[in-house]
């Protein structure tokens, strides 16, 4: 079945360092990809996605590329602030159409002042 | 708009008796979603609704677990009766139609801890 990998946590950098958490998926045809973050007390908010090979999905300085040779979605930032302390949660959407999501388990990042 | 609403935030019972969640979708949302987000692990989907129609329960422990979607908006998901093993946080999301480009919103979720 569809399953998604990510890096193990938890991730701990000091403010303005750069920020890679890697994902791996398995799946079937052409899935959505997807990353979400899930801040301390709050519910799980879509952070970005890309829907094709090469697509580019950005949002709040983050970035991820979809590489269907390598069926990886790593997620990048350039510069992470306090703010981005969260859990990230990399998943994938398979082809159809549907929202229906698999998830992969999570990477705790804190960052330090 | 307003969020997902879910209640309760938190429930603490006793292995073999029974417990309830509420969510209310954002309005207007088609799709309704219950996962189980066990500590240390991603949200596995339990049942997804459309309208008030069951769109996929195939990781629904049926046995145990059921849920409802009357008149297509409110949603319970039941356990009965609970093991240890269900300990964990119940998040329901809700999206416009369950399409590619309708994202989902979820709620704050309800934490489950089963002694």
């Known amino acids: 079945g569809d399953s998604v990998t990510q890096m193990e946590g938890p991730v701990t950098l000091s403010e303005e360092a750069f920020l890679t958490i890697n994902c791996t998926y398995t799946?079937?045809?052409?899935?959505?990809l997807f990353w979400y973050v899930q801040y301390p007390g709050e519910g799980l908010q879509l952070l970005l996605k890309?829907?094709?090979?090469?697509d580019k999905g950005s949002n709040k300085g983050f970035e991820a590329t979809y590489r269907k040779e390598t069926t990886s979605f790593h997620l990048e930032k350039g510069s992470v602030q306090v703010s981005d302390s969260a859990v990230y949660f990399c998943?994938?959407?398979?082809?159809?159409?549907?929202?229906?999501?698999?998830f992969g388990k999570g990477t705790k990042l804190t960052v330090n002042p | 708009e307003a969020g997902v609403a879910q209640s309760p935030r938190y429930k603490i019972i006793e292995k073999r008796q029974s417990v309830a969640f509420w969510c209310n979708p954002i309005?207007?949302?088609?799709?309704l979603y219950w996962y189980q987000q066990i500590l240390g692990q991603g949200p596995k989907l339990l049942i997804q609704?459309?309208?008030?129609?069951?769109?996929?329960d195939s990781q629904l422990p049926k046995d145990r677990f059921s849920a409802e979607r009357l008149k297509g908006v409110d949603s319970t998901l039941k356990i009965q009766p609970a093991k240890l093993e269900d300990s964990a946080v119940y998040l329901c999301?809700?999206?416009?139609?369950?399409?590619?480009?309708?994202?989902?919103?979820f709620g704050n979720g309800t934490r489950l801890t089963v002694t």
């Open positions: 999301a809700s999206s416009l139609d369950g399409r590619m480009n309708s994202p989902l919103h």
């Open positions: 799946a079937t045809g052409y899935p959505s």
């Open positions: 890309a829907t094709k090979a090469d």
């Open positions: 998943a994938l959407s398979a082809q159809g159409g549907s929202e229906k999501l698999v």
């Open positions: 309005s207007g949302h088609a799709t």
């Open positions: 609704f459309q309208n008030n129609g069951v769109v996929d």
